[in-house]
């Protein structure tokens, strides 16, 4: 049996050897679930665009891949979904390409003379766009939420943007009620600004003195003294009479007495039979 060389001009050999090298599997964005009901609102990343052409080749077209991703809940089923979105850039399709501009952030003078495309170009979708303006498909940037609503293409039911969303990551607590929450948590002993009011210190019990001896008892004996004074005054000068005596007797008297209380003054009270613990000593 004869061998058979398939022509260049009927199979480019380099060219297929190229895409085979390109390609990438997930790439034809199979989807074999189920499609999502109208009204259903998906996470995803609008992963692709091409600029391209209308069927009739009257004007351009901006073609825009999203595909469904990082939903949870019912919406996970839907993970990996492609919706297409083609809007042609025509006076009578503004309801389509006015939304979709306005969420990628560009405008129409953008789209005009800041697009960038790839080298190559796809032959189904047309040419491949790197950027647009300041929105670049496929970067962190690019992911959004849409409002899906169905439609059908050759007879089968598809799924068509209603409205495109912002991305929204999980809520976070308001700062405020975080606040809010640390107050109510007991500060640590090393960051807590309030200070501890120290114990008051209980007065320290002075030493107890021994109880002094009534004051007229330690005096006595110079009391006695200056009567034995007076009295050999009087019998020496033998001038004075007994009155006189008497009077110098009353004067020792008088000053052994004031002499007694010379220990009240230092506001010291006087020791009780019992000792002075029952009481403090000021």
């Known amino acids: 049996m004869p061998k058979f060389k398939i022509p ?35 996470t995803g990343l609008i992963k692709k665009m091409w600029l391209s052409f209308t069927n009739d080749e009257s004007a351009r077209l901006l073609k825009v891949l999203f595909v469904a991703d990082d939903n949870v809940g019912p919406e996970k089923a839907f993970n990996g979904l492609p919706v ?84 929204e ?7 405020e009620l975080a606040d809010e ?13 309030v200070v501890e009011e120290e114990p008051e210190e209980e007065p320290e019990e002075e030493p107890e003195e021994e ?15 200056t009567a034995r004074a007076a009295k050999s005054t009087a019998t020496t000068r033998g001038t004075k009479s007994t009155a006189t005596r008497g009077h110098s007797a009353a004067t020792a008297r008088s000053a052994a007495a004031k002499t007694s209380t010379k220990p009240a003054a230092r506001g010291r009270r006087k020791p009780t039979a019992e000792g002075s613990a029952d009481e403090p000593p000021f």
Not at 169 to 175: A, G, L, M, R
Request: net charge negative; aromatic share 8%; hydrophobic share 30%.
């Open 211 to 225: 109880p002094v001896r009534p004051a007229a008892r330690s005096r006595k004996p110079a009391a006695t003294a």
């Open 84 to 167: 297409w979105e083609n809007a042609a850039l025509q006076k009578n399709t503004t309801f389509r390409w006015k939304p979709l501009i306005d969420h990628l952030g560009v405008t129409l003078r953008d789209i005009k003379t800041k697009i960038y495309l790839e080298d190559e170009d796809d032959p189904k979708n047309g040419s491949p766009i790197t950027k647009v303006g300041s929105f670049v498909p496929g970067s962190d940037e690019a992911w959004c939420r849409i409002l899906t609503d169905t439609d059908s293409y050759n007879g089968n039911p598809t799924t068509r943007v209603s409205v495109w969303l912002p991305y």
């Open 181 to 193: 929450d640390e107050a109510d948590e007991p500060a640590d002993e090393e960051s807590a600004d």
């Open 8 to 42: 260049d001009d009927e199979m480019d050999l380099a060219g297929l050897e190229q895409a085979e090298a390109d390609y990438e599997p997930g790439e034809d964005f199979t989807y074999h679930g189920k499609q999502p009901p109208k009204g259903t609102i998906l």
């Open 169 to 175: 990551e999980e809520e976070e607590e308001p700062e």
